[in-house]
């Protein structure tokens, strides 16, 4: 495979979120707002990254039984370090998104890249397809956010801009999520189609 396919399909061909649907659970919590979702891709990509290197790193010399504790290990370890750095220098996000930063470890796109694709590939290959993921999982979080930051708050980034009498307040509430993703979805499906 390619050095660009690695790098490329996770952005828009196998998004985590908008195609793959893995990850949503951050997604539906943490999309409240535009900064909350880059907040949470930030952290994410760390760790995918991050994961996705040290297993591939380590591929050929892990039994095959323990992997997946391994890969655990790993996951948990740069989990703890982005979690400690994220308090330490912003502490408003870190409140803000609160136990989902330690919920990283169980997140499906880290676990799922690095059995998938980090323990059967070279270094480079794994890094970018960590890199690529990071990308399309960043994508999806931060356009829902925007969108339900807007509709349901009035605002983008924090910067209000249309009175609070026009807002939808369910779109900052669950359900809002799930209308937001899947109308993501069927707009990407949409142009998907248009350009075949």
């Not at 660009?4 to 409240?32: H, Q, Y």
């Not at 930063?101 to 059967?120: D, Q």
């Not at 070279?122 to 339900?148: E, K, Q, Y």
């Not at 009498?165 to 809002?176: I, K, R, W, Y």
């Amino acid at each position: 495979m390619s050095l660009w396919k690695d790098f490329s399909s996770g952005i828009i061909k196998e998004n985590p979120v908008l195609r793959l649907m893995i990850g949503l659970c951050p997604t539906i919590a943490t999309t409240t707002s535009a900064i909350n979702a880059l907040g949470m891709s930030a952290a994410t990509a760390f760790v995918l990254i991050g994961s996705n290197l040290l297993v591939s790193i380590v591929r050929k010399i892990v039994p095959d039984e323990i992997r997946i504790p391994i890969f655990i290990l790993i996951i948990a370890s740069l989990v703890t370090v982005t979690d400690y750095v994220m308090y330490a220098f912003m502490p408003a996000l870190h409140k803000s998104l609160g136990v989902f930063i330690p919920l990283i470890v169980a997140n499906c796109i880290i676990l799922g890249r690095s059995e998938a694709f980090a323990y059967k590939n070279p270094v480079l290959n794994s890094v970018l397809d960590g890199v690529g993921m990071s990308i399309g999982f960043t994508l999806s979080l931060t356009t829902i956010g925007i969108i339900r930051e807007i509709l349901g708050s009035g605002s983008v980034f924090g910067i209000s801009f249309i009175n609070s009498s026009f807002m939808a307040t369910a779109m900052v509430l669950t359900p809002g999520a799930f209308m937001t993703v899947g109308f993501v979805m069927a707009l990407l499906n949409r142009f998907e189609k248009r350009a075949q």
